[in-house]
């Protein structure tokens, strides 16, 4: 088989993004995907910042297949029998961030990507690496050698071939997530009176608290246009530390029984089920990106970030799938496709917002994991809401002196200031 400039492995955001830079380039770029086509395997809560991501592909946003600009972002705290929720909207917010579908949007980005000349071959998996004198030099396939100037794998959280390259080991348990999510389908005017929203204004829900059993994670609920996407997320590794645990779909379902979920989802149809992991990679990158021959990107490169209020992923592995292609591209200007050249990747990413807000965030993880911030945190703030509002038989004290009775029970103690303390590596 004649050798290709480059064979991107997977065709989710980063792969994708990274063919169709190079087809635009006039290079020769094939994808290599196992799903059925671009979406068929792709999982997001989701919603998508257009902002880091426009100076990239300005020409695609404008036809691009994004559900709805989220105009409204909620968050929810859940003890066992309360919930105290706070919203906050802006007129900042317009084009800012939009909710978004994969199995549509990795479909149409795919389109884009043949459109330029590049060559997509669903339902292949790539299981092995191929070497010409002890360098990266192509992929196996089903059997079928391909060769390529580049590999770029963009194969996802668990990435065998970063593995297989030595850039990463296995995906530990601390370092993962899994999320359950369901697409659940709705009429637009029902969503939009149910979530208070004009047509094409979309709603960001974060749940957290009880919901998770005492398990690290959080439940999330996104608008789209004739949809909502409905999902909860749980650490691997506090899930397995908790022996009591229950199923994770036992968990799922109890959230989706709750008083404050069930109306949102009343009556609807569910058209997508779906399990994934997510790399939390203890928001850390992997070392370094790139080897002879080789780049890896997205999830596989563990660019996933969780900033607790938002999870971020997607730009990240667009971005990064953009900054591969122009390094392939000026390995090809060059001729030299070695580790040397190929580290200009991760110069590109170390400048780009990618490293810098990883960097920025590397500790959120710490503060995120906290059990007290999934369990007495959201049973405090409902407790001292439920004083509040609470008319009982006797006399009520004054508002004032009940909040500062909570705040004194809650936040005056050592664990409390250490916990705010903490609150900065957020
Ligand atoms: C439930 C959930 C909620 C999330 N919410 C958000 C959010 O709201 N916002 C956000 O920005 N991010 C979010 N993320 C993260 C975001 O979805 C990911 O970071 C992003 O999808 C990564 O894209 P990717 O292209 O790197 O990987 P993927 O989309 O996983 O693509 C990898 C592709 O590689 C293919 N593949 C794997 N192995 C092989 C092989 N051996 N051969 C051939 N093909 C292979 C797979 O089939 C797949 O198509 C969320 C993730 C999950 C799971």
Redesign the pocket.
């Known amino acids: 088989m004649e050798r290709m400039d480059a064979v991107v492995?997977?065709?989710?955001?980063?792969?994708l993004t990274c063919a169709y830079r190079l087809a635009c380039e006039g290079m020769q770029v094939l994808v290599?995907?196992?799903?059925d086509h671009?979406g068929s395997?792709?999982?997001?809560?989701?919603?998508?910042y257009l902002r880091p991501l426009r100076p990239y592909l300005p020409e695609l946003w404008d036809k691009a297949p994004l559900e709805r600009q989220v105009t409204k972002e909620v968050i929810t705290m859940m003890s066992a029998g309360a919930a105290f929720t706070a919203q906050f909207t802006s007129d900042k917010f317009r084009e800012h961030s939009y909710t978004i579908l994969?199995s549509r949007f990795d479909k149409w980005l795919g389109e884009r990507v043949v459109e330029r000349g590049g060559f997509i071959v669903p339902q292949?998996?790539?299981?092995d690496l191929l070497r010409e004198d002890g360098r990266i030099a192509g992929v196996v396939?089903e059997g079928e050698e391909i060769p390529a100037h580049v590999v770029v794998a963009?194969?996802?959280?668990?990435s065998?071939?970063a593995e297989q390259a030595g850039l990463r080991g296995p995906l530990a348990p601390r370092h993962a997530a899994v999320?359950l999510?369901e697409v659940i389908k709705l009429t637009p005017p029902v969503i939009e009176e149910r979530f208070g929203l004009s047509p094409g204004e979309g709603a960001a829900h974060l749940f957290f608290g009880a919901i998770t059993e005492g398990v690290f994670g959080g439940g999330?609920l996104?608008t789209n246009q004739e949809t909502v996407s409905l999902?909860l997320?749980l650490g691997i590794d506090s899930f397995l530390r908790h022996p009591a645990a229950r199923e994770t779909h036992a968990i799922f379902e109890a959230f989706k029984g709750r008083r404050e979920i069930a109306p949102l989802i009343k009556g609807g149809e569910l058209v997508e089920y779906s399990a994934?992991?997510?790399p939390e990679g203890g928001n850390k990158p992997v070392r370094q990106p790139y080897t002879d021959g080789f780049l890896v990107?997205?999830?596989?490169a563990g660019?996933?970030l969780n900033m607790g209020i938002?999870?971020?992923?997607?730009?990240?592995?667009m971005a990064s799938?953009y900054l591969a292609a122009q390094t392939v591209k000026q390995a090809k200007e060059k001729g030299d496709y070695s580790a040397t050249t190929l580290a200009a990747y991760a110069t590109l990413l170390k400048e780009s917002f990618v490293l810098k807000d990883m960097e920025t965030f590397r500790r959120s993880l710490d503060v995120l994991e906290n059990p007290r911030m999934t369990g007495f945190y959201p049973a405090w703030v409902c407790k001292v809401m439920e004083d509040v509002f609470w008319i009982g038989e006797g006399p009520k004290q004054r508002v004032s002196f009940t909040i500062w009775k909570g705040i004194r029970q809650g936040l005056f103690n050592l664990r409390a200031i250490k916990d705010l303390l903490r609150l900065r590596r957020i």
């Open positions: 492995v997977g065709a989710g955001l980063a792969g290599l995907e196992r799903g671009p395997k792709n999982v997001t809560g989701g919603r998508i994969r292949r998996r790539v299981t396939s963009a194969d996802g959280a668990l065998l071939l999320a999510k999330f996104y999902g997320v994934h992991l997510i990107a997205g999830d596989a660019l996933a938002t999870v971020r992923g997607m730009e990240f592995a799938g």
